[in-house]
Nanobody, 130 residues
Framework: QVQLSESGGGLVDVGGSLRLSCVGSGFNFENYDMAWFRQAPGTKREFVAAISWSTRSFYYNDAVKGRFTISRDNAKKTVYLQMDNLKPEDTARYYC???????????????????????WGQGTQVTVSS
């Protein structure tokens, strides 16, 4: 059974940090590109960041560039999202997703709120308090 399990969300003050984790099981994690998306109430799901299966390529939404860092540990079947200098507009439910299309650029990873991704987690809530 395929599963992606996110953790690490919570309530944090403006300027604070959180580290999200997502553990994959039931599929060959090391063969999949991984990404983080987020969705706030009343909004469409939004691309946050992606990392290729090889860890050679990274892509970030401009809104988080310089503040968030995506990484992965294939031995642990885990992808991480380090979030620093958090802002109130970062408040959302964060989802990890697995993709085996082997995208070659930002638009492929980010398009249409993640349509085309193979697997999704249930999400973890991040709330940034001002």
């Amino acid at each position: 059974q395929v599963q992606l399990s996110e953790s690490g969300g919570g309530l944090v003050d403006v300027g604070g940090s959180l580290r999200l984790s997502c553990v994959g099981s039931g599929f060959n994690f090391e063969n999949y590109d991984m990404a983080w998306f987020r969705q706030a109430p009343g909004t469409k799901r939004e691309f946050v960041a992606a990392i290729s299966w090889s860890t050679r390529s990274f892509y970030y939404n401009d809104a988080v560039k310089g503040r968030f860092t995506i990484s992965r540990d294939n031995a642990k079947k885990t992808v991480y999202l380090q979030m620093d200098n958090l802002k109130p507009e970062d408040t959302a439910r964060y989802y990890c997703a697995a993709d085996r299309r082997y995208c070659s650029g930002y638009e492929c990873y980010a398009a249409n709120g993640g349509d085309g991704y193979d697997y999704w987690g249930q999400g973890t809530q991040v709330t940034v308090s001002s």
